[in-house]
């Protein structure tokens, strides 16, 4: 049988996950500088956040990153208007398999944080 994008194998372990809390809002993000790359901006925007623990968290973006690529994110904090800017390296990605409109995709992403 062969297995599709969206076919995920189900597990009944949560591997240590059982940390996570759901976090439902929109988080900043920007990805550095390549390095090497002249009159290169870098590129930010907002991602929708689906969940978070200590070590990662749960993202839905418009585009498709490549796995350990280092994002600069604005972690929410328990004081409201207070953002925490973080490290979090791409860990997976899944695209959705819906149609969207425009020929646009949607990506789950895991993200890992990175603490340098």
């Known amino acids: 049988m062969e297995q599709t994008e969206w ?3 189900m597990t009944d372990s949560q ?3 059982s940390e996570r809390a ?5 988080i900043p993000y920007e990805m550095p500088i ?3 790359v002249p009159d290169v ?3 930010s925007g907002k991602v929708l956040s689906l969940n978070i623990s200590s070590g990662g ?9 490549e796995i350990g690529q280092v994002l600069r994110i604005l972690v929410p904090t328990p004081i ?15 695209k959705l398999p819906f149609e969207q409109p425009h020929g646009n995709e949607t990506h789950f992403v895991g993200l890992k944080f990175v603490f340098r």
Do not use: I, K, Y
């Open 57 to 65: 968290m749960l993202v839905l973006m418009d585009q498709s990153l």
């Open 7 to 9: 076919e995920w194998p």
């Open 80 to 94: 409201l208007e207070t953002e925490t800017p973080t490290l979090a390296e791409v860990r997976w990605t899944r």
């Open 41 to 43: 901006s870098a590129r």
């Open 34 to 36: 390549a390095e090497g």
């Open 15 to 17: 591997n240590g996950h």
């Open 22 to 26: 759901v976090l439902l809002r929109p």
